[in-house]
Nanobody, 124 residues
Framework: QVQLVESGGGLVQAGGSLRLSCVAS????????MGWFRQAPGKERDFVAV????????YYADSVKDRFTISRDNAKNTVYLEMNNLKSDDTAVYYC?????????????????WGQGTQVTISS
């Protein structure tokens, strides 16, 4: 079973940037749709971005469109989330997960093998 490990979170000022990574420590990712989700304290886990198996298609939540970029390097078994112009509302734990289903309205229920998450905190 594929195991995912996220990294790259931290504390940054509003307007700053971070790059998150999600590495498969077991198994390969190239067969899967990969997604990033986030969960703020007291809130549900929300969709952020999704990318298909070969990296040719990606889709974003409206709240992060034009600020975040999802990408993948299948040779390195890694998926990235480049986050720019960060806002206080982006503060959350960020998770990656995989799916065998490609949808333009990704649902948490479609994804599995969740990583442990990485904390992103934006100071204003």
């Amino acid at each position: 079973q594929v195991q995912l490990v996220e990294s790259g979170g931290g504390l940054v000022q509003a307007g700053g940037s971070l790059r998150l990574s999600c590495v498969a420590s077991r198994g390969t990712l190239n067969l899967y749709v990969m997604g990033w989700f986030r969960q703020a304290p007291g809130k549900e886990r929300d969709f952020v971005a999704v990318i298909n198996g070969d990296g040719g298609s990606a889709y974003y939540a409206d709240s992060v469109k034009d600020r975040f970029t999802i990408s993948r390097d299948n040779a390195k078994n890694t998926v990235y989330l480049e986050m720019n112009n960060l806002k206080s509302d982006d503060t959350a734990v960020y998770y990656c997960a995989l799916s065998t289903r490609w949808r333009l309205t990704p649902s948490v229920e479609d994804f599995y093998s969740w990583g442990q998450g990485t904390q992103v905190t934006i100071s204003s």
